[in-house]
């Protein structure tokens, strides 16, 4: 019944309205310790003899975080000598609203049983809890909560006898800290209390590098004003108020900072809505802000526009102690007012940083032994990064990820601090790993939380199960994957009916069975959104065990599906669609070539080859009838690496084979997609989680529609069906590849497909451009894809297998999901670029190969040349810097020719290939022209295992030095 | 999942309670003179009054009349400055007139109506302020003034709801939990035969958490009653002691 | 209005009691019955009141809102009356029952509370000509024991007591785009100034004289009215007269001479009992007693 002794009402006036809530406050709220005796509470987080070795707390004690403290050094909570603290739900619920990324983290540690982190639901206690005073500001009334807080345990635990641990509390704001101690807290910051950790001394390296005290940066900030401080090298930053102000009033802009590549003075910011960027010449100008940074910029009289100097310019310095000055800024930025001068404005202030962790290397240090150190991003945007750690040792030749955490007014460079060594530098893992950390892919091994929602093994299916899905393990199911496939989440069937049709069923993996929503199992693979597939390595967005076993629909194992079933008559018209949860016994997971030569053998009769017969058989009248309509074959080249199985660097390259099999599984996937996509969106008109791929606009064409051209051909783009035929006659008897190479141009025109929710977009632009389907959904790949999962969610509750809940039905959140989502598949397509691209480097490492190529492009200075063995594309440079090329360019054709030679589009040539070895970081393949024969320019054909030496003296060079 | 956690991971409720614990109920008996019997009644914030007239003739339309039974008119209004945002009048929007039937149902089913017959009885609710489970604050505080009225009914009728939130069902919802969008379920119950007399389950809930849910409500129903039958128990003793003293 | 059925003989008693000075409840004809007054008693209004005259009940809310300033006065907040005869006070009043006397009533208040000294209506804007608060005064009859509009008047001043408007800041720019913050500060709010707002005093002819504060069946003997509005200084701000039969010129003397005498006497005893409950936000409502 009512435990509430008595309740306070907390009036919140959000707008106008006011709002009343009750707030009832209780005497049962446990302290979570061991040492209690007094609480009857069941089981403690807290030890009872918490030991730490700190030189400053010699003594059992607990520590008390404050928000800012969990805020920024999450790095330090997380580390595993840090045990025994008490999370108040105050500090969790500020942190919470001001970064989620850091919540989720320390709710990763509330959950970890090793970490014995204790959450303290203070406001809800009737001894902890207090009102806010009149003219108390919100930051002063949370100290006060949390100092109210800690002297409450302290007094508490003190009940229970002599030598109970005592509260500590962390809080790096100097006058909270001295409230504190009046009130009789034992109080350090956090810098304090972790130097005095003995036995981590290496821990330091971790600390946030923010001001020691927050205090203390207010007393540069008076330092700098009073003119007693060092040298103070940028100007102050306006503050928000400020900056709306003038963004309001047009005086400032708001846009996104990007510098520039090649010189680490300029950059640009970009203004939403205005096509042309702003330049930014000198570090003083950039004010402090790194790539990516929401700023506010205020444009520069005319007199005082410049442009980019065309220099190449690398931030030489090593000197981590460089902080005089910004050496020769104003004399870069000089300005020469002429004619090509761009508009150019300087940095006012920051309205959102966009810091992240940057993987990179650390610069050798000018001088030995001394803590500071600068770091070296491998992304060229942003700047050095000057760190304190003192295993500057051991991490050099290493990649490191450092992370920013300031960066005041007198110091050259941002001040970050080192979170983690990722290993030498080449390392294949290594490298993983950054291409992993760059393109943001979450890929640290599951937490203890994460995992406790797996189901338990043995895992048995239960005559419950039974009661509630359909029992198709009599059905003859078969699956079809590539070679290797070890998450199998879609299987098929067809049988032939008494009426004479045909009885197909399409089993999805039923992954949503055992991710309830919301759990942490759930919310890890909603921010993974997609598994994640390199060449050499599969990051999986649900655990092993769901992925590859228990979801995955191995031969001859019963398992969960979500089963799409149809009537179809021997024409593939569907007269019926069912949709149900089941139990399948899936009879073979095949290869798509066993099946293939399954069906092609004309011996076998067995139910699973007859009823892969059938299925092809309806699918190529399927596909025929999507062609008809208007759907597109695109192409984009993919191979694969044949990998060593011991050193696991990549022997050969093989191009993935297409069979009719492939085709023939796609066919019913997009069947089944499309059949769930309608039937979801009807029990969910608002917030059904679809897949549009939207209509490119005609200009998109350009490239594609030249390229044509220049070969005689027309694309016609009006509409998917006049393309797709355009294409389809583009054939060229002379270059059998021709069509394929125009297909790749045509996809790269496309705009992406992404997933929306239903309520966001009116209805006719649902249509999915690239399939010629009015509506699509993401179904039939629930293991891999989070999409899918929802998908599945939904279908299961139009079915009235499962109940809604709140966020099925929300239309906000569900774009939210999506947004994530389509964010996540991007990133993981670079991600599996990169290493294909990565594998292709190491292949190459110690090779010189001379291959086919075609001319994708033609630019001033360069060819773009696609090597379809490989798959990749290079680029043939046609000039060295600072000569003039023997090259004339012609821009309509287009073309570039030298004497009698022509290139054009879509020709072919002969490419040596070869590694660059200059940049460490950077590796990149050299191409050089073989054939047409270009006398000046082009190199010999050489054998394909030339010597490293050559390499290193390209004949290229020599021929033009001369 | 992102915006309000209903159910924190210590187990309380935004506003502080476990996941069966109710509101504070605190109630009166008799506040008006005029009335044959009335009632006012606070679940946590959501206050409501109940006023009861008659058994008496039956007013207006005669065409209503009723033969065997008494004719049982509800009147359901909300004053204007109840909810968050003004309302712009008190009575005979839909909700209201929703809510009117409702009420009739569920008294048509507790009074003992054939004791008067060709005559009426009026049940006027007033929500005047309004924070989650209107319809059950307005059938406590009407029972209530039914026994104030002295009419005879089968029972106590007790109304009280559930919610469903991560998994676990939760009692009496505020308005901030009503609104989140999740599963409710009304349920209006008479304690002591357990018969449910007015049920409703708005959005969504899977049959294998409704028994579930269904049982928290009907936890609920047993727990108003308690307080109720308290407060009747005192309220008599009052007025028997003022008796004694004239 | 609720009547009340009396007979002949009834009414001559009360009659001839009031020419005796003695009402059939003890009282003489310038004493109001009993008052109870509790503030606060709807935690979600801007201020709220529950009034007790006897028998008589009234519950006050007012919400301030905010919304455009009127046209003609675009420097000033308004107020906006809504009386709600409620069911609970009368089966008449059930559907649309009390919607007459509600409108009536509703246009009395408004009409004497645009006099532009009452309130500090300039305090009340907040960008003018575009935003300014607004005061939904609510008044619910909840029970019916006679003089509604005395009863009424006296809630609406304790409610406009009891009312605290949350402090805004206006943040402008040049260009004319203005965001209104609302101070997050528990004492973030200010209250009305309420030494000019008006009662009612209804002087109800019974006979050849007339009381204050008639009850249902004086009400019943009473054959016209006059509502004076009265602040606590004692001026008029408002007058009207009721009733179907007619009033001479002397005995309208002599009503404003006891209007004037009982409405300095009603704001006095109003205001010590408004200093007793206080300031206080959170009433207990009809759980007293």
């Known amino acids: 019944m009512l435990k509430s002794k008595s309740f306070v009402k907390k009036t919140r006036k959000g707008g106008v309205i006011k709002i009343v809530r009750e707030h009832y406050l209780r005497d049962d709220i446990w302290c979570g310790s061991e040492a209690c005796s007094q609480c009857k509470q069941d089981s403690f987080v807290l030890e009872k003899a918490p030991s730490v070795a700190s030189d400053k707390c010699n003594f059992p004690h607990y520590i008390l975080p404050d928000t800012n403290v969990v805020l920024h050094q999450v790095d330090i909570l997380e580390d595993e000598i840090i045990k025994n603290c008490i999370l108040l739900q105050t500090v969790q619920q500020e942190v919470k609203h001001r970064s989620l990324p850091a919540y989720k983290r320390i709710q990763g540690l509330t959950t970890n049983s090793d970490k014995k982190f204790y959450v303290f639901s203070n406001e809800y206690h009737k001894e902890t809890f207090i009102e806010r005073l009149g003219g108390e500001t919100a930051n002063d009334y949370n100290d006060r909560v949390i100092r109210k807080a800690a002297t409450w345990y302290s007094q508490h635990l003190e009940k229970n006898g002599e030598n109970v641990p005592k509260i500590v509390l962390l809080t790096n704001d100097r006058a909270n800290r001295e409230k504190a101690k009046n009130e009789g807290i034992i109080a350090y910051t956090v810098h304090e209390y972790v130097q005095s950790l003995t036995d981590k001394p290496y821990l330091v390296d971790r600390l946030a590098q923010l001001a020691k005290d927050e205090n203390d940066k207010e007393k540069v900030d008076q330092d700098i004003k009073t003119g007693k401080g060092r040298n103070v090298l940028y100007p102050e930053h306006l503050n928000l108020a400020a900056i709306q102000k003038g963004i309001k009033e047009g005086k400032y802009k708001q846009g996104t900072f990007l510098s520039s590549r090649e010189n680490f003075r300029e950059g640009y910011v970009s203004i939403p809505g205005e096509e042309k960027m702003y330049f930014i010449k000198g570090l003083a100008n950039q004010n402090r802000v790194v790539s990516n940074d929401t700023v506010a910029i205020e444009v520069l009289p005319k007199s005082k526009w410049t442009c980019p100097s065309s220099l190449v310019e690398v931030d030489e310095n090593v000197d981590p102690e460089a902080e005089n000055s910004l050496e020769n800024d104003e004399e870069t930025t000089s300005s020469v007012v002429n004619s090509s001068a761009q508009p150019t404005c300087r940095v006012v202030g920051v309205i959102k940083r966009n810091w992240r962790q940057y993987c990179g290397t650390l610069e050798p240090p000018s001088m030995k032994g001394g803590s500071r150190h600068l770091f070296k991003p491998a992304e060229k945007r942003i700047p050095k990064i000057r760190i304190e750690t003192r295993q500057a040792e051991s991490l050099l030749g290493h990649r490191i990820i450092v992370t920013i955490d300031s960066w005041p007014r007198n110091s050259r460079y941002p001040v970050g601090h080192f979170v983690k060594n990722l290993g030498k530098i080449g390392d294949k893992d290594t490298e993983n790993e950054v291409l992993l950390l760059e393109h943001d892919v979450p890929h640290a091994t599951f937490s203890e939380t994460v995992l406790s929602f797996l189901p338990k093994m043995p895992w048995v299916i239960t005559e419950e199960d039974l009661k509630v899905r359909t029992d198709l393990r009599w059905l003859d199911i078969c699956s079809v994957d590539p070679p290797g496939c070890t998450d199998i989440d879609d299987a098929l069937h067809c049988r032939s009916l008494d009426n004479g049709n045909l009885e197909v069923g399409v089993h999805i993996a039923d992954v949503s069975h055992f991710i309830q929503p919301g759990n942490a199992l759930d919310e890890e693979a909603s921010n993974r959104g997609t598994t994640v597939y390199l060449t050499d390595k599969r990051i999986d967005m649900v655990p092993d065990l769901l992925s590859s076993n228990l979801c995955s629909l191995r031969g001859g194992e019963e398992r969960f599906a979500f089963s799409v079933l149809w009537e179809m008559t021997k024409n593939a018209e569907i007269i019926e669609t069912k949709f149900m949860k089941s139990v399948i016994r899936s009879r073979a997971a095949l290869t798509y070539e066993e099946a293939q030569l399954r069906i092609d053998d004309k011996s076998q009769s067995d139910a699973v080859t007859t009823s892969l017969r059938n299925l092809l058989a309806l699918a190529k009248i399927l596909k025929k009838g999507r062609l008809d309509k208007g759907a597109l074959v695109l192409a984009s080249p993919e191979i694969r690496f044949n990998i060593d199985s011991e050193t696991h660097d990549p022997i050969d390259v093989q191009e993935k084979m297409i069979r009719e099999t492939n085709s023939m599984v796609e066919e019913f996937m997009l069947l089944a997609n499309t059949s769930v996509a309608k039937k979801i969106l009807k029990d969910f008109t608002k917030s059904a989680l679809l897949r549009r791929h939207p209509v490119p606009p005609p200009s998109q064409y350009e490239m594609a529609i030249k390229a044509a051209l220049s070969r005689g051909f027309k694309l016609e783009i009006d509409n998917g069906l006049a393309l797709s035929q355009s294409l389809d006659k583009a054939v060229m008897e002379d270059n059998p590849l021709f069509n394929t190479l125009l297909r790749m141009l045509t996809t790269r025109c496309m705009t992406q497909a992404v997933y929306f929710s239903s309520g966001t977009v009116p209805e006719e632009d649902f249509f999915h451009f690239g399939l010629a389907s009015p509506i699509y959904t993401h179904f039939t790949s629930p293991i891999r894809r989070y999409a899918d999962l929802m998908v599945h969610r939904m279908l299961a509750v139009a079915i009235g297998y499962s109940e809604v809940y709140p966020e099925l039905l929300n239309s906000e959140k569900m774009q939210d999901i999506c947004k994530n989502l389509n964010y996540r598949h991007k990133m993981a397509q670079y991600a599996g670029r990169s290493s294909v691209e990565l594998h292709t480097h190491i292949f190459f490492r110690d090779k010189v190969t001379i291959e086919d190529g075609y001319i994708l492009f033609i630019r001033k200075n360069a060819l773009q040349v696609f090597i379809p063995k490989y798959g990749f594309e290079g680029t043939l440079y046609l000039k060295e810097k600072g000569k003039d090329s023997i090259f004339t360019y012609n821009e309509q054709e287009p073309s570039q020719s030298a004497g009698h030679i022509k290139f054009r589009l879509f020709d072919k040539v002969l490419v040596q290939i070869s590694t660059e070895t200059t940049n460490l970081q950077h590796q990149r393949l050299r191409l050089q022209l073989v054939q047409p024969e270009v006398p000046g320019f082009s190199v010999p054909r050489t054998p394909a295992s030339s010597s490293r030496k050559e390499d290193e003296e390209p004949p290229a060079k020599k021929l033009k030095q001369k | 999942m992102s915006g309000l956690e209903l159910l924190s991971d210590q187990g309380f409720r935004l506003d502080g309670r476990r996941p069966r614990e109710l509101r504070k109920i605190e109630c009166k008996m008799g506040v008006f003179q005029q009335a044959n019997g009335s009632a006012y009644i606070e679940q946590g914030n959501t206050k409501a009054l109940a006023t009861v007239y008659g058994p008496h003739e039956v007013t207006g339309n005669r065409s209503k009349i009723e033969h065997d039974k008494v004719l049982i008119n509800c009147q359901y209004s909300m004053a204007t400055f109840s909810t968050g945002e003004r309302r712009s009048r008190s009575t005979g929007d839909r909700k209201s007139q929703e809510m009117q039937l409702h009420l009739k149902k569920t008294f048509e089913a507790a009074i003992l109506t054939q004791l008067y017959p060709r005559s009426q009885i009026d049940i006027y609710v007033q929500i005047l302020q309004a924070d989650g489970g209107n319809y059950s604050a307005c059938v406590n505080a009407a029972t209530l003034a039914i026994i104030d009225a002295g009419i005879p009914m089968k029972d106590f009728v007790c109304a009280s709801t559930a919610g469903f939130v991560s998994d676990t069902p939760i009692a009496d919802i505020s308005y901030l939990e009503e609104s989140q969008g999740g599963p409710e379920l009304v349920v209006a119950l008479l304690p002591k035969s357990d018969q449910i007399v007015e049920f409703q389950v708005n959005s969504r809930l899977h049959l294998d958490n409704f028994e579930k849910v269904l049982d928290m409500a009907i936890k609920g129903c047993k727990d108003v009653h308690a307080v109720l039958t308290r407060v009747v128990k005192d309220h008599v003793g009052q007025l028997a002691s003022k008796m004694s003293k004239t | ?289």
């Open chain 3, 1 to 289: 209005m609720a009547s009340t059925q009396l007979s002949d003989g009834e009414k001559t008693f009360i009659i001839h009691g009031v020419l005796d000075n003695l009402r059939n409840d003890g009282r003489t004809c310038e004493n109001y019955r009993q008052i109870e007054v509790e503030c606060g008693v709807v935690s979600n209004t801007s201020g709220s009141s529950r009034l007790r005259l006897s028998n008589t009940e009234v519950l006050v809310g007012i919400k301030a809102e905010m919304g455009q300033p009127k046209p003609q006065s675009p420097k000033t907040g308004f107020l906006e009356f809504f009386v709600d005869f409620s069911a609970n006070a009368s089966p008449e009043f059930e559907g649309r029952g009390g919607n007459d006397l509600s409108e009536d009533m509703s246009t009395r208040f408004a009409e004497v509370f645009q006099t532009n000294n009452i309130l500090d209506f300039e305090s009340l804007c907040i960008i003018p000509g575009q935003c300014c608060w607004v005061l939904y005064i609510d008044i619910v009859l909840l029970e019916c024991g006679g003089n509604l509009l005395d009863a009424m008047s006296l809630a609406v001043k304790a409610a406009l007591a009891n009312t605290r408007i949350p402090k805004v800041t206006v943040l402008r720019d040049s260009e004319g785009g203005e965001d209104i913050e609302v101070s997050d500060d528990p004492d973030g709010y200010h209250t009305l100034e309420i030494s000019k707002v008006p009662l009612f005093v209804t002087l109800s002819k019974i006979g050849q004289k007339h009381v204050v504060d008639a009850t249902l069946e004086e009400e019943a003997c009473c054959s016209a009215s006059l509502v004076v509005s009265v602040n606590s200084s004692g001026d008029f701000t408002g007058m009207v007269k009721k009733g179907s039969s007619s009033l001479s010129n002397d005995s309208i003397h002599d009503m404003l001479v006891t209007a004037k005498k009982v409405g300095i006497q009603l704001h006095k005893g109003l205001d010590t009992l408004l200093s007793e409950v206080g300031q206080s936000t959170a009433g207990r409502g009809f759980l007293v007693g």
